[in-house]
């Protein structure tokens, strides 16, 4: 059988492992790593002669118990299926590394965050959290975040969020709020949404969630891909450095590419075209060669400065806002190698924040501490034994070595007859590491047992006020349709009015124009009629004056980062373009179109009426019925007079337009592909943007010969589309067309836009 072991056994059962790179993790996951052989065999060794014919009694008899061979294969086809997550279900992963380019010795010695340039091999699972395993990528979510570093000295979790706070205070809450957002038990609807009476009943009687609620109801809910969320530890852990002196520290994941957002329509309608979008786009950009990226940064702050704040670092619905204490960067975590197996490796994966290395250690926060006892109990549910630690996807890449033997499906042989410290017949072998080993910080502990908050958690709608502050005003829009939306899905009116009750205490207007869609008035209601799915010019314009007092924000009124649009890296690296083509296409306007985006490291898609060669160096991968505008970040006709014609026929080649248009994407057309513009539904629009006065009037595009007096304006009216995300590329000017695109890919969105 051909394999692609490097090693013979996994690095965590040889002491001679010295040097750790990025490759570590690959090398001891070799030692299990197959791949196919020349023969079929059993489990045990066994030739198979005939995988196809059951043993029976004549060719129409009865199946007989002896054949083991099928006895074998269905036994453990009946069995091939292990409990999904309770949460965190729906999860796709990659391998790679995490390289660090500056030293924090002053705060600790753990070896992983101290020895600058080690490339640390880590495993990064990102999830939803209500959804199961079949559920859609781009529900609206909190996205779990999970890093397994297999450093020097064991195996370093960071199971966070991309979002930096989370509902609740005290982990005893967990189960309820996990019951109450999954689907209702009565009828299990719906699924991976929280769009229903059990969730917002139990969030209207749990004010400390409201924080939270603006983050999940804010575009950072639906990113555009991994690789544009950003990631979070959550809690606020200890770091202790050589001299036993403790920092406090947050962890952040800042992505490369910026925090960039779907639109809830387009969210939804992904999900419907492509449940995979965000594993897809992940797995294919590493299939090709491309890499997902995120530098790595810390947020480190003493005790004594922690309780000068208004707020309490201990509580997990509260972030330390960037403008009190920086985020320093200090290295780079990367993905660059897909999984072999989803199952070994992405299903089999368990996280625990109590995987942390010497150097660390945790704090009293109480959702951390009960996340310490949960996630270990919940492996053995999971995986079905107490050795799931020996699965290669867990395993350190040093050596374990204890007394622990036995239980379920132990992988691990060990010698000798001593299984037990101290002793004397193994010479003490394994013993105690002392000062190398993990040391628990010796905080003083002092109280008595109760069950009581402190006060210091007990603000709960001063930092929800400071996110709302913080956002721009087309990003208080969707946070405001998005709460609309998702309260309008419950059925019970007490509820919503209930949830109203606490909005009105993060912001009036942004309450009142929530009770406007609810069909509830409040007083001092503003009177600004809501958008529907389109953003409303006038309610934006309203919500951006609406602002709110803050308290327990360190006196901030406003903070830095939280932002999605603001402060944001602008690259169209990454981002995917549909290139609209047919039969007779302009391939020379294609190629230069290619040449841009590739330059950019940008992705595009050739998408036409059917599959294959369309032109020389223009191969068609998708089809305008097998694929849609809301899985692009972009959409680009391209020229050629007889393409123009033939894409005029399919109506999908207009509806690629228009999508793209109302979800703020770039859109592009080169020489005659403007005709299938001006044809669109959006054609109208574009004119009187350009400027051309017989718009109004103006009947769609039926045939090349009515181009020339309808095409879109150059010169000033090309400058003012182009303004707004819209590129016309006039004859002999694919170059320049491209490169405008690329830069209206790095924009990302135009918001604001002419609506239809």
Known sequence: MASKRTLSTPLSLDDAQKQ???QSKQQDLSANTTEGGTFLTDNMGHAVSD??????VGERGPTLMEDFLFREKIHHFDHERIPERVVHARGAGAHGYFQLDKSLEQYTHAKVLTEVGVKTPVFVRFSTVAGSRGSADTARDVRGFAVKMYTKEGNWDIVGNNIPVFFIQDAIKFPDLVHSVKPEPHNEIPQAASAHDTFYDFIAETPEAMHMLMWVHSDRAIPRSFDTMEGFGVHTFRLINAKGQAHLVKYHFK????????????????????????RRNMFDTIDEGGTLEWEFGVQIFTEEEAMKWDFDVLDA???VPEDLVPVQRIGKLVLDRNPDNYFAETEQVAFMPTNIVPGMDFTNDPLLQGRNFSYLDTQLSRLGSPNWQELPINRPIIRVSNNQRDGHMRMTINKGKVAYFPNQMAGNKPGNAGDQGFVSYPAPVEGSKLRKRPESFSDHYGQARLFWNSMTPVEKEHITKSLRFELSKCTIRDVRVRMLTHLQKVNEVLAAQVAKGLGEKLPGQADVKPGGQQDSASETALLAAATSPTSASGGLQKAKALSMEEGQP?????RKVAVLVADGVDAAGVKALQNALKKAEAKFEIVAPRLGEIAPGVEAKATLSNTDPVVYDGVVVAGGAAAVRELAQHPESFNFVVEAYRHAKP????????EILTGSGIGNVLQRIAGNAQADN?????????????RLAAGEGGAKLAALGVIV????????????????????????????
């Open 698 to 710: 103006a009947a769609p595009v039926q045939n090349l010969s009515e181009v020339a007096g309808v």
């Open 667 to 674: 859109v592009a057309s080169l020489g005659e592909g403007a």
């Open 51 to 56: 995988d196809q014919n059951s043993l029976k």
């Open 317 to 319: 619905t509260k972030i």
């Open 570 to 574: 602008e690259t169209a690296k990454g």
């Open 729 to 756: 590329g006039q004859d002999k000017q694919a170059q320049a067309a491209a490169e405008a695109l690329v830069k209206a890919l790095a924009q990302h969105r135009f918001w604001g836009r002419p609506q239809l």
């Open 20 to 22: 750790v790179d990025a």
């Open 255 to 278: 992505p490369v590419l910026g925090v960039k957002g779907l639109v809830w329509d387009e969210a939804q309608k992904i999900a419907g075209k492509d449940a995979d979008f965000h």
